[in-house]
């Protein structure tokens, strides 16, 4: 009765196909009797559709099979499915019933309830409920057309109430089939996707360890001449700092939930080098995603700029490298300016606090490692100088990026431009990419090249902008452009132009409206 008032969602499950083993023998006194005592407080005849409720129908229900009638009742389980649940208990009574238990399931064959999903058995049941509870009422129409009752005005008003009764069933029974059926679907298409998303992420693992490699590389063929880089190596391990420019919004948005993913799972990773014995660099992998270890076979040409390398490598000896990976996004497009007026830019905010948070983690431990060179060090004054200034450096930055990463200000690209300069400080890889890792990545490429330029280099604040335009207009972005679309032009309309950040613009003549 109640499903036939309760028919909304339903967790999958399979269809029932014992309906013919369920069932029952109802006397006409017992029936009578009950159906009079669901029709205490019913509406008149004429709006029967209203009258038997699920907790009216339960109640008569248990009425008669407390009676001691020679019939059994509805089902065990059928009050569990609507307003009347309590109402049903198990069978008792001096009438038997056809109550069941999910031992039951599988008859023919005792594995089958272990293999099934506890869901799909319990639906069974409740398919196997419902049906009896049609059988039920069709049985209670049934009793009320005997003969002897035609004449009767009672009879003929139950007899009514009765068929409406066994035509709601009817319908209820329907619509939860109908229901169950569109869950079953639901439930197999997103079991079917499961492979499809390890897919995606193992090639998304794949292209991020391809990057993260060849910034580590990078970053020994600059820097391995330094014993103090090798000792952080070892002691803190690396760290690889990605940066997005990608969108909170239509397909970017994915792209950035890919990238976030694929940059986790860096963590996973380490580095393990040794002198190659062929004298030429190789890389070899071994391990599993969850654990990959990334063998670098460092050439005679790189060992022999590291400092006392004949003791740091030897037959017997490696240098095992820790990754720590984080990633800052923001969005400058106009996709972005959608997303911040009537979007969500949520996504963004939650993965620049929580690598904020892993950034901490790492800055803790590289300047405990820092001061320590500092209190021991027998270096020269300089190199004290150099080290105190960059831990004071970052000291100063680390405030400023987590004020940047809680803000809620929109495109705020000192978020990418404040994380550069932490990890550059701290010996860090740096990676930048958007949709096609060539228009906005150029923008913030020259962007970071030309601070670079003004805070190692000398460069005057005030040429800041011609030296952003020399860099766009001619050499290696425009070339990179090529190499794509097969024209030397950033893919950007006047429109997009309109919407970037003003160090972001391209200079005129530089772009137009192209296919990446």
Request: with cysteine; charged share 20%.
């Amino acid at each position: 009765a109640g499903a036939a008032e309760t028919t909304g969602p339903a967790a999958g499950g399979s269809v029932g196909k014992r309906s013919a083993a369920v069932g029952c023998s109802v006397s006409k006194a017992t029936v009578t009797s009950a159906v009079a005592s669901a029709t205490v407080g019913a509406s008149p005849a004429g709006s029967a559709s209203s009258t038997l409720t699920a907790a009216a129908f339960a109640s008569a229900a248990n009425a008669a099979r407390s009676s001691g009638g020679d019939g059994g009742g509805v089902s065990s389980n059928a009050a569990v499915v609507g307003p009347g649940a309590g109402a049903g208990a198990s069978d008792g009574g001096g009438g038997g019933g056809h109550g069941r238990d999910r031992g039951d399931e599988g008859d023919n064959d005792p594995g089958a309830a272990a293999r099934k999903p506890l869901w799909s058995v319990d639906l069974e049941l409740l398919w196997d409920d419902l049906r009896a509870v049609v059988l039920s009422a069709k049985e209670v129409a049934g009793s009320v057309e005997q003969p002897q009752a035609r004449g009767d005005p009672v009879s003929d008003r139950l007899l009514e109430k009765a068929a409406a009764l066994m035509r709601r069933m009817e319908r209820g029974c329907e619509e939860v089939r109908a229901t169950l059926l569109k869950v079953i679907l639901k439930e197999e298409a997103r079991v079917s996707q499961v492979p499809e998303i390890g897919l995606r992420r193992d090639v998304v693992f794949g292209q991020a360890l391809t990057a993260l490699v060849t910034a580590f590389l990078c970053k020994v063929d600059t820097q391995g001449g330094d014993a103090s880089f090798w000792r952080q190596m070892r002691q803190v391990g690396f760290l690889a700092q990605f940066e997005s420019l990608l969108s909170t919004a239509g397909d970017e948005q994915g792209m950035l939930e890919d990238m976030c993913v694929g940059v986790e799972d860096m963590g996973c990773v380490h580095f393990k080098l040794e002198a190659s014995q062929n004298g030429h660099t190789q890389v070899k992998l071994s391990g599993c995603r969850v654990d990959l270890c990334v063998h670098v076979l460092l050439g005679a040409n790189t060992c022999a700029r590291i400092p006392d390398h004949e003791t740091l490598f030897t037959a017997r000896r490696t240098v095992n490298v820790s990754v720590t990976p984080v990633l800052f996004s923001q969005g400058v497009n106009e996709n972005q300016t959608l997303a911040n007026t009537w979007g969500n830019s949520s996504l963004q905010d939650v993965i620049n606090l929580s690598n904020f948070q892993r950034l901490q983690t790492y800055y803790a431990a590289w300047r405990r490692f820092r001061l320590g060179n500092i209190a021991k060090s027998g270096a020269d004054p300089s190199s004290l100088e150099r080290l105190q200034e960059q831990v004071s450096r970052v000291d100063n930055l680390m405030p400023q990026l987590e004020e940047l990463v809680k803000s809620s200000k929109t495109k705020n690209i000192e978020i990418l431009t404040v994380s550069e300069e932490v990890a550059r400080t701290m010996n860090g890889g740096r990676l930048t990419s958007c949709k096609s890792a060539k228009d906005r990545t150029g923008m913030s490429v020259t962007l970071e090249q030309c601070l670079l330029l003004t805070r190692s280099h000398g460069l005057s604040e005030a040429l800041l902008t011609r030296a952003l335009d020399a860099m766009r207009s001619e050499g290696t972005r425009r070339e990179n452009c090529f190499k794509n679309i097969g024209a030397r032009q950033y893919a950007f309309n006047s429109l997009q132009v309109l919407t970037l950040p003003k160090l972001y613009k391209p200079p005129k003549m530089t772009y137009g409206s192209a296919q990446s």
